[in-house]
Structures are given as C-alpha cells and as structure tokens.
C-alpha cells in the first residue's frame, strides 16, 4: 500500500452520501480505485452515477463519510470544471496567471502555455469577449499555469461543439504527451473515454463497476478501430445492464 | 452630434416657454423671474465669488461626510457580507434607521451638536451609509460560489479568496451603493444647510428667499442640480474605467 500511494491517488471504500429531504441518498458506495501517476484516468459513468463527487472529493472541495483518500503528500492539484469558471473581471493573461504568487509568474512560461492552448493574440480579452471553447482553454491554461502534479477534468467538454471538443481532447493529449501530468478526467462520453483515456473506471451506483486499461492502444487513436469497437460494445452492455438493475 | 441636439431641443423648448411666460406677464417679477435676470445674478454671482464659496462648503462638507460613512460602511459591510450569521443582530436595526429620514433627526442634533458641522456631517453620513452598507453587504454575501470554488482549487487562503476573488467580485456592488450614496448625501445636506448653516447652497437659498431674491432662489437650485450632475457623471465615468477596462460588458 506504501508503495501504490506514492504512484498516485488511491481511495478505498470511500462511502459519501447527500441528505435529501430526510433521506440519506448515497452517491458513494465503498468505491475502491487507483488513479495512476503521469497517465489519464477517465472515470465514465452516467448522468448522477457520482462522477462529480468524487472529483470534487479529490479535489477537497467536498468531504466523505466513511472510507479511506490517499493524496501523494504536497501534491499540487489543479481542476478544470465543467463550466470555465474564469473571472470576468481579468484579462485572459491575468486569469491564467490567477494561481500564482506574483513573484512566480515567468512571462516566457505563459506565453508558451497561451500558444500551446491556442490563445495567442487574445491575452488582453476578457472572458465576455471569447466564445465558449476559448474561454474553456483559458480556464484548461489556469490550471496548467499552476503547474500542478494532478490535474482534475470535470467534463470540461461537455458544453462544446463536436469540432472544438475534437480540438480540446487531441490538445489535451498533446499536453499530456510534452508534460506527463496526471489526469483524472470525468466524462458521460464513452467515446471521449475511448479517444483519451489510459484507464477508464466505469462509475454506477457509487462504485467503480469495471476497469479497462488501455494504455496500449497509442495516440492519436482511431475509434473505429475493431479492438476499440469492441471496448466500446463491452462497456455499453456493462452500463446498459447496471441501469436495468 | 444628433444626441447632443435632442438633448438640447427640450431644454431650449423649456427656456423659450418661460421667456414667453414672463413676456405675457402672467405672473410678477418677483413669483417668477425672468430667464434673463436670471443669468445676470448667476453671472454676478459668479463674478463676486459667493457661488464658489458656497459650492466649496456644500462639496466639502458631503466629501468629508460622505468620505467617513464609506469607512463604516466598508468595514461593517464586510462583517456582514462575509458572515450572513450575524444578519440577526443588526438586521431589524439597519431596517428602522433606514426607514428615518436623516432630516428628521436635525432637532435632536442640533441640541446635541450644535449647529457647527458635527450635526451636518453627521446628517450626510446617515443619508449615505445605509445605501453603500447594503450594496456593500450584497456583493460580498452573492459571490459565486464556482468562483470560491476556483480560488479554493488553487489553494487560496481565506484572505486571498476575499481579496482576490470576493473583493473585485463585489466591486460592482459596491460602486453602484457609493454612485447611490452620493446623491442621497448631496440632497441631505441641502436641507441641512437650509435649516441650521451660515454658509453652503441650502443656506444660499434660504438665504435669497428670506431676501425676496427669487432669481438667486433659482440661481440656487440650478447650480444644486448642476453640480449634483455633474458628481453622478464623474463618478459613474470611474465605475465604467474600473469595472470594464475599458471593455463593455467585460463583468458578465
């Protein structure tokens, strides 16, 4: 076990429930899973299976009932949220420079950050002056800026249109490839699991109900690959069966 | 240029009906005085240097003011936006204060104060604290909570979330209580001047009334509004520079 939490996150029968008019309603229910380091975990689940809580749980902004979260120690953790959330009142520059102490910030570091999510030019924007993809690559950037050693995806592509979310998971994996984070990315999407995911969790009813690795199948991948197919066939009849449970 | 014009049509409809009302002699010299005569004691006015001295004093005394009830609106605005719990205790307070208008209070103050410039600036700070201390208190208390979120996600401390996120966020609010603030503070001490001062624009016109001096009565109100215009303009120039950067609708 020593060993494992230093790979990465580990959680052991993490159990959270929400009070909900009288009633307990878990949303977690003794999950068990490892996210490991410098790889893409994609934890795919439907609409309300719990995938949201847990990121939230890794991420501290919530707290659990009952169950175990290891966190490698001093790890910085950055989170990308499913809406960009970036402050209307700063300039795309100073919204990615938002996380850093101000002595920290290296011009040349950010300028190639910008580039690299395709905002050059637009630095002095606000936020209402960028559509909604640029506003969610200045929100991807913030977190990059901040240089964290895990990096958190709420479904950040969920509210894009099918070319700029195309364009934001191959920049994602670009990222990935030239920096080698850890990232535990959340998403409904069996497609998006498939196109970036190394590890896929699949989520339902508050525990981790099948694991597939595919940390062989390189970059970029094609979907209509038959190995991917049949992935894909596998984890539609795995979630299709839970839900009719 | 073609705004500039409409906003001149009825001004000058205005100016024009009231030449023709005086030409007709509907009314005395003295009920209504001409436009005419009007601007003379302005110019008068202007040249002798009174209308200076008074607009000074007034400016001064709702700065001064104006200047103190911000201070105390801030800092009790903060306690109270960054915890909603203690709305019980000063709730129902803030209530009746603000229903009492600040005039009501000039007896009692005067007798307490005198009628030197305590009880005037003590009379703008009721006019504009509660306006600045609500808006203060709401802008703090309706921050985002996605926004908290990103500060606390990038492991803020509690001083950075309220300084970098809850602070600018509430800037709007804020602003737009002190713009509200101003003008209640500038109306107040105009009827403080007319019942207890030796000097200022409220004084001014009583001034000329007790003088039978309509023209400097009117001479008076113009320049009230004027410069009241004038402090809203200024002011609201400055919440667009901060808020937007020069950007429009950069604060969504």
Redesign the interface.
């Known amino acids: 076990m020593e060993v494992l939490t230093i790979a990465g996150v580990k959680i052991e029968t993490l159990c959270k429930n929400y009070q909900v008019a009288d009633k307990q309603l878990p949303v977690l229910n003794g999950l068990t899973a490892e996210f490991p380091e410098e790889s893409i975990t994609v934890i795919l689940g439907r609409s309300g299976c719990g995938k949201t809580t847990l990121l939230r749980i890794l991420?501290?902004?919530e707290g659990y009932d009952s169950g175990s979260l290891t966190v490698p120690h001093h790890s910085?953790?950055?989170?990308v949220?499913q809406?960009p959330?970036l402050?209307?009142?700063l300039?795309v520059w100073k919204n990615i420079v938002?996380?850093l102490p101000k002595g920290r910030v290296s011009e040349q570091a950010v300028r190639a950050l910008i580039e690299t999510v395709g905002l050059s030019g637009f630095e002095k924007a606000?936020?209402?002056?960028l559509s909604g993809g640029m506003q969610q690559r200045a929100a991807l950037a913030r977190a990059l800026a901040?240089d964290p050693e895990l990096i958190l995806m709420d479904e950040p592509f969920a509210a894009l249109d099918y070319f700029t979310r195309e364009t934001m998971q191959n920049e994602l994996i670009r990222i990935y490839s030239l920096q080698k984070k850890s990232v535990v990315f959340v998403t409904h999407s069996i497609d998006e699991a498939l196109l970036i995911g190394q590890k896929i969790f699949i989520l339902d009813h508050g525990r981790a109900e099948r694991e597939f690795s595919l940390s062989g199948f390189p970059y970029p991948r094609e979907l209509l690959s038959p190995e991917l197919i049949g992935i894909k066939k596998e984890i539609i009849t795995i979630m299709k069966q839970r839900s009719s449970l | 240029m073609k705004t500039f014009w409409k906003a001149v049509l009825p001004v000058a409809v205005l100016l024009l009906l009231w030449q023709a009302a005086c030409n007709m002699e509907i009314w005395s010299q003295y009920v209504l005085p001409s436009p005419q005569r009007v601007f003379q004691s302005f110019e008068a006015m202007l040249r002798d240097g009174t209308l200076f001295r008074h607009i000074l004093v007034s400016l001064w005394r709702v700065l001064s003011g104006f200047s103190i009830a911000f201070v105390l609106a801030f800092l009790l605005g903060i306690l109270a936006g960054v915890h909603p719990a203690s709305a019980p205790f000063y709730k129902h307070i803030v209530e009746f204060m603000r229903n009492v208008p600040p005039l009501s209070l000039i007896a009692l103050l005067i007798l307490w104060f005198g009628i030197g410039e305590t009880s005037k600036l003590i009379i703008i700070v009721l006019a504009s604290f509660f306006p600045m201390f609500l808006n203060i208190k709401k802008g703090l208390a309706a921050c985002d909570v996605?926004?908290l979120?990103?500060g606390?996600?990038?492991?803020?401390s509690e001083t950075q979330l309220f300084l970098?996120?809850r602070l600018?966020?509430a800037?709007p609010d804020i602003l737009v209580g002190m713009r509200v603030g101003l003008g209640y503070s500038w109306r107040a001490i105009i009827g403080a001047e007319m019942i207890a001062a030796s000097s200022g624009l409220g004084y001014l016109i009583l001034d000329a009334q007790q003088m039978s001096r309509s023209d400097k009565v009117i001479v008076g109100i113009f320049v009230i509004g004027l410069v009241g215009f004038l402090c809203d303009r200024l002011f609201s120039y400055a919440i667009q520079k901060v808020?937007?950067?020069g950007?429009d609708?950069?604060?969504?």
């Not at chain 2, 606390?152 to 803020?156: A, E, H, V």
Request: zero cysteines.
């Open positions: 991420g501290g902004l910085k953790i950055g989170m949220f809406e959330r402050m209307p009142w300039t938002f996380g606000y936020p209402a002056q901040y | 996605k926004l979120e990103v606390r996600s990038l492991n803020f970098k996120i600018p966020n800037l808020l937007h950067g950007v609708d950069s604060w969504s």
